[in-house]
């Protein structure tokens, strides 16, 4: 049976045609303007269901679709959706975690590396015609073999990133998680600790935590304080869990030797935001999972939650 399926996202062109041919698909690349939003708003009054993602689904977009059943995020994060609108309306959302999982903990690698030893800093002094000499002192970064990792939030993510500096970088481990996990500790030779001791006691503290009203402004100038000497931050979360201005200021007076961002409080990040005139923060624009094969993997799995659950079907990874 032909649905009606409303797409903002840029589905690779296999995946278009197929659900083309299958439903009746109204498709935006992204809502970029306000006849984008109107038609897109026009499109929501028929739908069956949505896939997608960077669309703010709030009470008046839902009360605004009343034939959707499903919500397919093509996200593994589902801060952005309204869990109890949602849910009360008997409305499906589903997600895409785990085919993610390894890119977005390569990005955080990374950020980790680039951050220690400054390699946006250094590649700009290539180009820029600084490159005059070999460099000195000023110059230097830090190692990362052996250093210890701190990881806030030891989920999916969490525990990739975990594997790539215990098994490949030889790193001590601690994580802080809102459930007590053993068996990571054994897997990862790890110790679950405080957030304050993690702050206190890495060498490179990675965010990877989920967004929700617990973990809003987590990281903020305390924990930023106390931090060691040439630490360095990195999140790969979202940018609200980490108080920007607190985290801006640390790096102002050097409080914080260097961070290392794929997300922020507002994105895009706004031209005049302070943390693009800081040389000690490496800043991605969100590319976490931006790989052609995981995008790819990301988009096959939220048309598979949409179509089965258009068929009456459970979700493969509902939220
Ligand atoms: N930069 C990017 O492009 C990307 C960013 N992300 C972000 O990464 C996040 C994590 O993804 P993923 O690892 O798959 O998700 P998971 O759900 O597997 O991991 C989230 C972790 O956060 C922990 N957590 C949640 N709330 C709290 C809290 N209040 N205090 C302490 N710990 C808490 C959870 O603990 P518990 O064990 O108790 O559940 C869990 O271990 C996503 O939510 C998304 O925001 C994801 C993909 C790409
Ligand atoms: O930020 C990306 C996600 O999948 O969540």
Not at 132 to 143: E, I, K, N, P, Y
Not at 187 to 199: I, K
Request: with cysteine; charged share 25%; aromatic share 6%.
């Amino acid at each position: 049976m032909q649905h009606n399926i409303v797409v903002v996202h840029e589905l690779y062109p296999e995946l278009l045609a197929t659900l083309q041919a299958e439903h009746h698909v109204t498709h935006f690349q992204r809502l970029g303007n306000d006849a984008d939003r109107a038609a897109f708003r026009d499109a929501m009054a028929e739908a069956d269901a949505f896939i997608g993602s960077n669309v703010k689904f709030d009470k008046a977009l839902l009360d605004a679709s009343p034939r959707l059943k499903v919500i397919a995020s093509v996200s593994v994060g589902v801060d952005a959706y309204p869990l109890e609108e949602i849910q009360s309306r008997n409305i499906v959302l589903t997600n895409t975690p785990e085919v993610l999982t390894d890119a977005t903990a390569d990005t955080g690698f990374l950020l980790l590396m680039m951050a220690a030893r400054r390699a946006g800093e250094m590649e700009r002094k290539v180009r820029g015609g600084q490159w005059q000499a070999s460099l000195g002192r000023t110059d230097f970064g830090v190692d990362i073999t052996g250093k210890t990792l701190g990881i806030v939030g030891m989920g999916r993510i969490g525990q990739a990133v975990a594997q790539r500096g215990h098994h490949g970088f030889n790193m001590p481990v601690m994580f802080y998680n809102r459930s007590e996990r053993p068996e990571l500790e054994e897997a990862f030779d790890a110790r679950q600790v405080s957030l304050e001791t993690l702050f206190s006691e890495s060498d490179f503290i990675v965010v990877t935590v989920a967004l929700s009203e617990a973990t809003r402004g987590l990281v903020d100038r305390n924990l930023l304080a106390a931090t060691r000497d040439k630490a360095i931050l990195i999140n790969i979360s979202r940018g609200q869990v980490v108080v920007e201005e607190d985290l801006t200021a640390c790096l102002q007076d050097g409080t914080l030797y260097y961070a290392g961002l794929d997300v922020y409080e507002r994105e895009p990040l706004a031209p005049d935001s302070a943390l693009l005139s800081l040389d000690n923060a490496v800043l991605l624009p969100h590319i976490g999972s931006s790989t052609f094969e995981t995008r790819n993997a990301m988009c096959d799995l939220a048309a598979d939650n949409l179509n089965r659950v258009l068929k009456g079907e459970s979700a493969l990874t509902p939220v």
